[in-house]
């Protein structure tokens, strides 16, 4: 059964006073699926189960909830050509591309900043 790459987008949600910017996850979840259709089934379930509405949540110190988002994409895991043997997405192992994003930075210095880890503004493209 192929493999599929979920990316699942939850925010958080403020529970009172106004909210100027949203604190965004994007998770990836491996799901093991027949279609494309069942994946994103699979994959809204699971971020529905990750969302929490627990009071004790806090962002910035203000009382929040984690809101389920939405699916993003759902990408098929590619298995590696160098690899020996028959090419299948069937099989999970060393090498398998399980996701990619596409991204665009304005300037050489904001590259090495986001190659490092750190904070910068992207441009993020599908």
Request: aromatic share 8%; net charge negative; hydrophobic share 35%.
């Amino acid at each position: 059964m192929p493999w599929y790459a979920a990316h699942v987008v939850l925010y958080h949600e403020f529970r009172e006073g106004p909210q100027e910017e949203f604190p965004v996850m994007e998770n990836v979840y491996l799901i093991q699926a027949e279609t494309d259709d069942e994946a994103f089934a699979k994959a809204e379930k699971r971020g529905r189960s990750d969302c929490t509405d627990d009071e004790s949540l806090r962002v910035n110190g203000r009382p929040a909830r984690l809101v389920f988002g939405g699916v993003r994409k759902i990408i098929s895991c590619a298995a590696d050509p160098e690899k020996p043997g028959p090419s299948t997405v069937e099989t999970l192992d060393d090498g398998v591309e399980a996701t990619y994003s596409f991204l665009v930075v304005s300037s050489r210095q904001e590259l090495n900043a986001l190659i490092k880890g750190e904070p910068v503004r992207v441009l993020y493209e599908e």
